[in-house]
T-cell receptor, first 109, second 114 residues
Framework: GENVEQHPSTLSVQEGDSAVIKCTYSDSASNYFPWYKQELGKRPQLIIDIRSNVGEKKDQRIAVTLNKTAKHFSLHITETQPEDSAVYFC????????FGAGTRLTVKP | DGGITQSPKYLFRKEGQNVTLSCEQNLNHDAMYWYRQDPGQGLRLIYYSQIVNDFQKGDIAEGYSVSREKKESFPLTVTSAQKNPTAFYLCASSIIRGGAYEQYFGPGTRLTVT
């Protein structure tokens, strides 16, 4: 089955800096790669996703890149703000979905 | 994701009792999922169902059971056979869009077993 690895497990940046979270997946059949943001005690919220036929997608301050050959994808957050502090999960999906272990992002004001 | 509801938000049970967690969605999504999340951990798939009256085991199905009698509902029973049932349980549903399963989560049920 699919195995998703996510790095780093924790990330601390200064407000205004960029943050990058990286994931790798094992199943070349996976065709959908979402990113979720989870605040403490809340449900994961879908923030951006990318399909296997696209290499990059951007939505305001967040962007995701996908390298199908290397089977890795990354989340980029620019101009970070304190409200970006949360746990971020990547996932890979074909019929079911497998999640990375999460990255705890802290943005220091 | 406002169309996915889980109840109750907090649930307390004594060890040895079965307990059923509710998950309902009014989004007309075909697929539904149950995940378990432990403190500081990721999400682990328990069961999923892509159509009514059919479901598949995920990575940690032992000690859990599900049913999918209606499209809108996917209840999860945590049985006494589950050795460490205390956790945050998340239900999700998904819609197929562009060949991919876009997944949205309910608010979760925090189960404590003592």
């Amino acid at each position: 089955g699919e195995n998703v690895e996510q790095h780093p497990s924790t990330l601390s940046v200064q407000e205004g800096d960029s943050a990058v979270i990286k994931c790798t997946y094992s199943d070349s059949a996976s065709n959908y790669f979402p990113w979720y943001k989870q605040e403490l005690g809340k449900r994961p919220q879908l923030i951006i996703d990318i399909r296997s036929n696209v290499g990059e997608k951007k939505d305001q301050r967040i962007a995701v890149t996908l390298n199908k050959t290397a089977k890795h994808f990354s989340l980029h957050i620019t101009e970070t703000q304190p409200e970006d502090s949360a746990v971020y999960f990547c996932a890979a999906s074909k019929n079911d979905m497998r999640f990375g272990a999460g990255t705890r992002l802290t943005v220091k004001p | 994701d406002g169309g996915i509801t889980q109840s109750p938000k907090y649930l307390f049970r004594k060890e040895g009792q079965n307990v059923t967690l509710s998950c309902e969605q009014n989004l007309n999504h075909d697929a539904m999922y149950w995940y378990r999340q432990d403190p500081g951990q990721g999400l682990r798939l328990i069961y999923y169902s892509q159509i009514v009256n059919d479901f598949q085991k995920g990575d940690i199905a032992e000690g859990y059971s599900v049913s999918r009698e209606k499209k809108e509902s996917f209840p999860l029973t945590v049985t006494s056979a589950q050795k460490n049932p205390t956790a945050f349980y998340l239900c999700a549903s998904s819609i197929i869009r562009g060949g991919a399963y876009e997944q949205y989560f309910g608010p979760g049920t925090r189960l404590t077993v003592t």
